[in-house]
């Protein structure tokens, strides 16, 4: 998950420094208090990030994003915190964007109260909109949701059948982008992404596309890695991922970029194959491979 963090005051900036230092994917924006630089800010990457998190007075926070909500479906999880690190605050998109969780992940790192107020969550029931994206499902019509979650509310039995209300829980594309060293083998690689499956509790069966720099289109172990999961390959030239890089905001690695032309191979070739995506997994290093995973929501 990629997190943006809005910050105007000093002691705010202390408070991004501690997630900052605990969570991966951090990309921290100071406007001071200039609220026209920062609602430009929050415009250009409210579409660009898993997560907004605003270190400001939750009226802000709501101003500032307003124009943009769209649905629980696809808006991003947006979390505040007060700039002395009391109250951290799930505003929106709790399940499926997952701002609860990570609301209760920040509490722990600041020592702060967390405020989670869906009433699933403070009735310790499992949300059925939560549950599938946990494990990477669509759920669809976004009505049944509700009338779902009041059942689970009441009580009552949900049953994995078809009823009155029906909620399709559609699998989402898993794609993996892949940078490597020249010359890496298939076992290499192989062991890397099964390492990345486990952590977001995937099996390497679950991916759906590959994602690579077409310089790295004769890369023996990448291509016989593609051919052993029977997946198909993208490749993008370094212009285009250097506009996705530019888009997103993300972090680049200096010797990468001198050495290709463009510093961030996996999570930009993993972007750009789809139109909306989330991250399950940030760029992630292991043994001469960077990977990033990211589900595929539109």
């Known amino acids: 998950m990629r997190k943006a963090l809005f910050v105007i005051t000093d002691n705010g900036i202390k408070i991004a420094e501690k997630i900052s230092k605990c969570l991966e994917g951090c990309t921290t924006f100071i406007k001071g208090k200039d609220f026209k630089k920062l609602r430009e800010a929050v415009d250009n990457n409210f579409k660009n990030f898993d997560a907004l998190i605003f270190i400001t007075a939750t009226g802000i926070a709501i101003r500032m994003i307003a124009p943009h909500i769209v649905s ?31 609301t209760l992940q920040i509490a722990k790192i600041i020592n702060a109260e967390p405020v989670i107020t869906t009433a699933t969550d403070i009735n310790k029931k499992i949300a059925v909109d939560s549950f599938a994206s946990k494990l990477g499902l669509k759920p669809e019509p976004k009505d049944a949701i509700k009338i779902i979650n009041s059942a689970i509310l009441k009580g009552e039995p949900v049953y994995i059948t078809v009823g009155e209300t029906v909620l399709n829980l559609t699998p989402l594309k898993l794609i993996v982008g892949i940078g490597c060293k020249r010359g890496t083998s298939k076992e290499t690689i192989t062991t890397a992404v099964n390492a990345a499956c486990e952590k977001i509790n995937q099996s390497i069966e679950r991916i759906n596309l590959i994602a690579s720099v077409d310089i790295k ?34 972090t680049e690695s200096e010797f990468v970029k001198n050495t290709i032309g463009v510093g961030n191979v996996c999570e930009a070739s993993a972007l750009a194959c789809v139109e909306r995506g989330k991250f399950a997994l940030t760029k992630t290093k292991f043994d001469g491979v960077t990977i990033a995973l990211l589900w595929q929501n539109a």
Request: overall charge negative; some cysteine; proline content about 2%.
């Open 217 to 250: 289109s004769d890369e023996v172990g990448l291509i016989e890695f593609a051919k052993l999961i029977n997946r198909d390959i993208k490749f993008f030239d370094v212009e285009t991922l250097r506009r996705v890089v530019d888009k997103y905001n993300l």
């Open 72 to 102: 629980k479906l696809s808006d991003p999880a947006v979390i505040v915190c007060d700039e002395l690190g009391q109250h951290v605050i799930s505003l929106l998109s709790g399940h499926v964007g997952g701002a609860n969780d990570l």
